[in-house]
């Protein structure tokens, strides 16, 4: 324990107000998520205490082991939930040899309770939620997020209801009808269903829409994935991340996540770039990176990474600001290419990604082919979610399934007519892990 007499947490932890954006305009830690000055979108804003690394290496295999830099209570691992985070971040030296890279990384978030990063989110929303009286958890999802609040919420014993595009993967829906929620298909695209759910935000008064109501609590439990990525690095930034972006929450919290690190002692400042990853059927900040603009123009989601298509990313401008700062970049990757990548990444390191990890490792991949990521430098990737999930995207590629008898002279023929492909060539200069 420090000698330096510091604060005594409150219910929200460290947070002492909420932020604005774009204007700076505070106000007090409650339920609010728009700025009363000029509706720009509020921030959990903090006094930070010091923390020692011993701390939080002593803490929860979970995200919880971060409780002090999120707005949550002290004892908030203690409450009924899904105890998420703490996932693997696995060394890929099979596929950094084949892309030609010496130190690549993979932070996978299969290993959360509802098998993606949503977890982490839903986690401090839920914990929020509780603090400021809401009775019902609830979300509009492109699917990954409606599993992990009907979870979450049947943990924590509160009812719960989410809203979908009513095209969502089966495999999508199940996983959260299974858990007794009040489940609704909304004929649409995401965009549609996150305007209703906007409009019924309004109406119902305890109602926690985790990521528009309570949004500013939402997004803050995407900071661990940052912190987490530090401290199973040895304390130590990687110097290239790249994140998918759906509404773009995850990728702007990982960065903030960095500075929090450095501003409280417990990393190195050294300097990283970020490269946002988006599907060309929905990538609308690619789009604006590329022709220089500050604003994102919307567009109509045609990918089938579901799970990234939002057509209007609540948190496209701030995307564009890390990536210009830290000087990184937003690309996107056709469908063909994500399906590619998720069956390179299954084949070289046994994990199966979901859609948006696939865009992830393609956009890496296309970046290294045109030089604009250095093979050479400690390079981090995120699997944000579970191929199980989505199996229907490999489907084709894999093919039918022809049944044989049950006889040596059957087999024989078998793998006469599948033998395996010759030996891959590495695909960016001829380097390999060192
Ligand atoms: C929601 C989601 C994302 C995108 O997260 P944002 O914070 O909205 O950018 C990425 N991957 C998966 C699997 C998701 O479910
Ligand atoms: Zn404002």
Redesign the pocket.
Known sequence: MSTVTQKAPSRFGYATHLSCRECGHTCPIGSGHACAECFGPLEVAYDLPQLTRDAIESGPLSMWRYASLLPVPPDVAAAPNLDPGWTRLVRADQLASVLGMRELWIKD?RGNPTH???DR?VGVALAAAIELGYKVLACPS????ANAVAAAAARAGMRSVVLIPADLESQKVIGSAVFGCALVAVRGSYDDVNRLASELADERDDWAFVNVNVRPYY?EG?KTIGFEIAEQLGWRLPEQIVV????????VKIDKAFRELVATGLVDDTPYNVFGAQASGCSPVAAAFRAGQDVVQPVRPATIAK??A?GN?A?GPYVLDVVRRTGGLVADVGDDELVDAIRLLAATEGIFA?T??GVTLAVLRQLLKEGQIDPDARTVIIN??DGLKTPDAVADSIGAITPIQATLEAFAAHEHAHREPAQREPEHGNGGPA
Do not use: R
């Open positions: 978030e993606s990063f949503k989110v492109t699917g990954n997020l997004a995407s998918p972006v759906a509404s773009g929450a995850q990728l799970s990234l939002i990313p948190d979901e948006a990890g944000s979610g």
